[in-house]
């Protein structure tokens, strides 16, 4: 038959031979991969094991292993991307097991808590959530697995102090594993707050337009009784004789009237939503 170097490239031929000889004084079994390029296939990889069979003797197994090192090269591949996702993904994410402890977390999840990857990585959820879970651990797992998808508001532990409210939408993963993604709530909580304040201020608004109307009808009706008043006395006064004790009287019903009346305008002037002097 023909010679290693008779039959492969020179390089790989060396390659061969130093495995020979590996196998030979190690007395082991040495596996070595490589691929040879074909015209009409392209590239193909194969793995050589050289197994010691005797004195001076290596006997050399080879396997065509090109599928499974796409397979594997494309699981590389893909893995590398998802690790990509994963660590520019702008939202906290995070791997956590079946105790609840973190195996894994992105950069937005050390900003988003002020931990270090390390310090989340020797934490559980329980040491990080600030607001009592809804349900047990096994609680949770069983939901989690019957719907695939768990989603809840909690409040997350921050490294400075206080907390940051986020909304956890948790998926299972294999290997009882499970991915949480946390939105942060903050700008939605104050949008939330901003809303409640403006829905008083207009109630209030409301209010003190129901009031205004209130003061309006009651102060017209009142003016129509205080005119009444009024021209009445007016007559009383122009009757009685200028000595006439009595005229003191009504010159006080008068002043009161006119009182009453500049109080009934103020009262007009509040229900139409007018700025007056006391």
């Known amino acids: 038959g023909l010679s290693v170097h008779e039959t492969l490239p020179s390089e790989l031929a060396g390659q061969m031979m130093d495995m020979i000889s590996m196998a030979l ?6 596996a070595f991969r490589y691929s040879l390029p074909f015209p009409e296939s392209g590239i193909q990889w194969f793995e050589a094991r050289f197994v010691p069979s005797g004195a001076d003797e290596v006997t050399v197994l080879v396997q065509d292993v090109t599928r499974h090192h796409e397979v594997v090269g494309a699981l590389e591949a893909s893995e590398s991307r998802f690790r990509t996702y994963v660590e520019h993904a702008p939202e906290a994410l995070f791997i956590a097991d079946m105790q609840m402890r973190f195996v894994d977390v992105n950069p937005a999840a050390n900003r988003l808590t002020g931990f270090t990857r390390e310090e989340l990585l020797s934490m559980t959820i329980t040491d990080l959530a600030r607001t009592d879970l809804p349900a047990a651990p096994d609680e949770f797992f069983k939901k989690l697995r019957a719907n695939g998808k768990v989603a809840l508001e909690v409040q997350l532990r921050c490294k400075g102090g206080g907390g940051v409210d986020v909304l956890v939408q948790a998926v299972v993963l294999p ?5 949480a993604y946390c ?3 903050t700008l939605r909580k104050a949008e939330e707050e901003e ?7 207009l109630h209030q608004a409301q209010k003190m337009e129901s009031i205004g ?3 309006g009808g009651v102060a017209h009706d009142f003016n129509n009784l205080l005119t009444a008043i009024g021209g009445f006395s007016d007559l009383v006064y122009e009757s009685l004789n200028p000595r006439d004790p009595l005229r003191e009287d009504v010159e006080e019903i008068q002043k009161a009237a006119r009182s009453a009346a500049t109080l009934t305008n103020q009262l007009l002037a509040f229900s139409r939503r007018q700025i007056v002097s006391p």
Not at 195 to 201: D, I, K, P, S, W
């Open 25 to 30: 004084d190690s007395e082991q079994t040495i």
């Open 175 to 179: 290997q009882d594993r499970f991915m």
């Open 183 to 185: 939105t942060d709530l």
């Open 195 to 201: 809303r409640r304040t403006l829905e008083r201020q």
């Open 213 to 215: 109307r209130l003061a």
